[in-house]
């Protein structure tokens, strides 16, 4: 793992010496914290309306704020990830870099796992930058606080599988274009697969990304939902792992 | 596969006997391998150890059964036409891709079983030095040292050596992607040498470079060599005179000449024909040449040049010369024809193709 630092503090190092990963930050913060404002404004509206006061139960500040812009959150990771792994390995071997990685004493396995902890960092930095949003709640108001961090650590798995699966669809080409439309479309067929059912009563639905997510945003921390996301964590590394090793085949 | 106590059940000693047999088989094998491809302790012992090597890109052979060794201090000009294997070559030699069939060994270790220590002795340059355009020279050069495991109390003072090395210092600063293409070669031969290599190979190093660029290198690899084994592929011929000991030319993958420089320059300056120039285009030149007895042919050639073959052994010159001088024929110049390596190359090339 020698060289596993090193590799991390280039990608790191490349994502902060272009304007990509300040712009990204800027606009997920951006947008998702536009979106916390109008489910907050929703939330205190719906408090004045008399209605309010004859519903009982689940309308509180978790199921009218927090759950839906977490929501949004997990739907502007699905858009905003493709973005952030696209260059990851494509640019290594648009730039005949690879040569250089691979005739190095390095194994495959650290340069994918460095370049995943990299991604991984500045998906940190983007829910670390979002949750500010929800102190405010918590510094005003009094949200469940068990259910927001579950929701986070869902958002965290969420995401990290995401970016596997995000450089993956990078290892395939050496165009960041086409990564990222490949990543995009796994995503996105991730996401749509369990549509219609959810992820105890069908294969697709228990395929689908978004329905493990459920049960975080209500405070649940399922191990099968987290053994799914880490399972498909690895699956994606392994598959970057395997694309590499056998494209040196060809 | 029975084993003492097997209690003749079948299925659990089956199980075991496969698993047992099968693993331990496998390790033999590959132990084994390198001692049967070679001729025995040459493998330890060359520098650069190449045996039978095949590659192919489905039906595409690239290379074929490709077999060298080089010692310690050799310089290896690598030639050949286009496409002929020679960039497939150096990939597999550095550890790049894997051959369809045969072995490397890189100081006695087979690149293939232990990549990580292999590689560690290796520099080298591909056909497009391998740059990170966001990254200034002395980044790059740091991320390099690292990945390549150069030991932390020598990196700084390496990276400052190469750069001295290469004429870099004065970009180190720079971000790559503003460099000029004779400075990005140059990062990349620094790149090459970080590690301190003992195996330096090197594809096409000074392409892309201005004149006075292309001598500022040669000199560079010539002061690389000694301790070094270098490995240089190039389309420059006389830059393989000036600077390899060894030279292999090979076409559509495989190995047409193998010989040392100084072996080859005593084949080429073995002359056979001699070159006559005179002032006047005189009136029985031929004629009276050939009466010189020793000589089996005179060609004229353009501009009152004539080309002299004499018998095999047969000196001519002095005759010819005192012979050129009583005629009064303005003799201007009198040599041998000597090959140049481009001659060589092309017969050789061409024999292959024919």
Known sequence: ?????????????????????????????????????????????FQLDPSYQLQTGDL??????????????????????????????ADEKKNYTAELLFTSPIRIRTIVFGKFIAALILLIMMLLLSSVNVFVLIVHGNPDFGAVFAGYVGLFLLGASFLSIGIFASSLTDNQLIAAVIS????????????????????????????HYEDFGKGIIDLKDVVYYISLIFLGLFLTYSALESERWR | MRL??????????????????GGYSIVSVKRRAPFEAGSGPGILTRMVYVHNLTKRYGNLTAVENLSFQLERGDVLGFLGPNGAGKTTTMRIITGYMPPTKGTVHIEGVDIFDEPLQAKRVIGYLPENPPLYNDMTVMEYLTFVADIKQVRRKEKKSRIIYVMEKCGISEVRRRIIGHLSKGYRQRVGIAQALVNNPSVLILDEPTIGLDPR?????????????????????????????MICSKVIIINHGKIVLEESLQKLSEDMSNAESII?????????????????????????????????????????????????????????????VTNTLEEVFLKVISSEEN
Do not use: C
């Open chain 2, 4 to 21: 003492p106590y097997g209690r003749g059940d079948g299925r659990p000693e089956f199980a075991f006997g496969i698993g047992f047999g």
């Open chain 1, 1 to 45: 793992m020698g060289a596993f630092y090193p590799v991390l503090k280039r990608e790191l190092r490349s994502y902060f010496a272009s304007p990509l990963a300040y712009i990204i930050l800027v606009v997920f913060q951006i947008i998702s914290a536009r979106f916390f404002f109008l489910y907050l404004q929703g939330f205190l509206q």
């Open chain 1, 184 to 211: 995009f479309g796994i995503l996105l067929l991730l996401w749509l697969v369990g549509a219609l059912s959810d992820a105890e009563s069908t294969i697709l639905g228990y395929l689908s990304v978004i329905n």
């Open chain 2, 213 to 241: 660029q292309i001598i500022e290198i040669r000199e560079l690899i010539k002061s690389l060599s000694g301790e070094r084994t270098v490995i240089l592929s190039t389309h420059i011929l006389p830059e393989v005179t």
């Open chain 2, 276 to 336: 006559m120039r005179t002032r006047q285009n005189g009136e029985g030149v031929i004629e009276k040449v050939l009466a010189l007895g020793g000589i089996s042919n005179v060609k004229p050639g353009v501009a009152g040049e004539y080309i002299i073959v004499p018998k095999k052994g047969a000196e001519v010159r002095e005759d010819i010369a005192r012979i050129a001088v009583e005629d009064d024929w303005g003799l201007l110049e009198l040599r041998p």
């Open chain 1, 60 to 89: 509180n500040l978790n199921n009218l704020v927090i759950l839906p812009y977490f929501g949004t959150i997990s739907i502007v990771l699905l858009l905003i990830v493709p973005l952030i792994t696209m260059r990851l390995v």
